[in-house]
């Protein structure tokens, strides 16, 4: 088996990441890192007696691994996983990539330098709902593909503590957080560039990042494409809601996903297909399978490479600085 470690304990660790890993028949967790004495000691009552750090470094050069995840803050990213591909180790690194075009590619061409693999995981690659429909085009039953919209509208971190919001917002909110996933999308979608990105936004104070925003775009090969993502959605409702909807339209067919209610239907020069699509997982060992078969065969299989997440963080770096140019 190949042996991983992984750097931060926090969220998503906690739901993806460590209980992906130790379910995995590819992959043995072969430490941790965390600086919170509490969190590593949560992670040893539940996972046994798996050697912990609180200081990254610590565990690099003291543990024999094969590769390292790094689910951290995103102003960390960069120094942690150029540490880990100086050290030989292949690593997954959590989007957003990091906190400035500069620090991608870093990482990019410490990957390079170093003949090492850096994936960045993104749902959009890992998700059963993109990859189905990553498959319908892939058949050119759409023909050459034209739009491409992905809205995704919710509560988020709202529904968390106050200091969670914060933080997330001060990192550049739902456009750094949430619809970096969508401008990787819409690449790997259509195998294009983003030439020109325009948004608009709704910023509300004390926060100067958009709480929901709205960008559309124009790629190398003329799809054009609208990338929406908000944190308004149902905001101080009863109950909690989300819009999600995604649209490919080709000069063939086109395809449709929208939740609620879950559906996918898919429209094409033979026929016309619904069928019911819930399952919205993040699939998390999908990521570590192909993570997997990626070490393995010495090349990325099927996930985001550090060059995609270097062009999906300037995606949405650019949509950023549109939307709050808008309130100057």
Request: aromatic fraction near 8%; glycine fraction near 6%.
């Amino acid at each position: 088996m190949l042996k991983i470690g992984v750097i931060g304990c926090g969220t998503v660790s906690s739901y993806g990441h460590l209980p992906t890993i130790t379910a995995s028949t590819d992959w043995e967790l072969a430490a941790v890192v965390d600086q919170s004495e509490s969190r590593l000691e949560t992670v040893r009552s539940k996972y046994g007696a798996i050697p912990t750090f609180t200081n990254y470094k610590d565990m690099l050069q003291s543990t024999e691994l094969d590769a390292v995840t790094v689910a951290t803050h995103i102003d960390t990213h960069c120094q942690m996983t150029c540490d880990a591909l100086n050290q030989n180790l292949h690593v997954l690194c959590e989007k957003p990539m990091a906190k400035s075009l500069n620090e991608c590619q870093k990482m990019v061409d410490t990957a390079q330098e170093k003949n090492r693999l850096l994936a960045i995981n993104f749902n959009t690659r890992s998700g059963s709902i993109y990859r189905e429909i990553k498959r319908i085009i892939d058949t050119g039953d759409l023909g050459a593909l034209r739009v491409i919209r992905i809205v995704f509208d919710w509560s988020c971190h709202q529904w968390h503590p106050p200091e969670r919001l914060e933080a997330f917002m001060n990192e550049g909110g739902p456009i750094i957080d949430s619809a970096v996933h969508f401008f990787e999308g819409a690449r790997w979608f259509s195998g294009q560039e983003f030439v020109h990105i325009d948004a608009h936004g709704v910023a509300l104070d004390p926060y100067e990042a958009p709480q929901h925003a709205i960008s559309t775009c124009t790629m190398t090969g003329n799809v054009i494409a609208l990338i929406e993502a908000g944190w308004l959605y149902c905001k101080r409702t009863k109950d909690q809601a989300a819009l999600f909807r995604i649209d490919v339209i080709g000069d063939k067919g086109t395809v449709s996903y929208d939740s609620p209610p879950g559906v996918l239907r898919l429209y094409t020069q033979e026929t016309t297909e619904e069928r019911p699509f819930t399952d919205l997982s993040k699939h998390f060992e999908t990521v570590y399978d192909l993570f997997a078969q990626s070490v393995h065969k010495g090349e990325l299989v099927e996930l985001a490479s550090g060059y995609d997440g270097l062009k999906a963080t300037e995606a949405a770096f650019q949509a950023l600085t549109s939307a709050k140019r808008k309130f100057v």
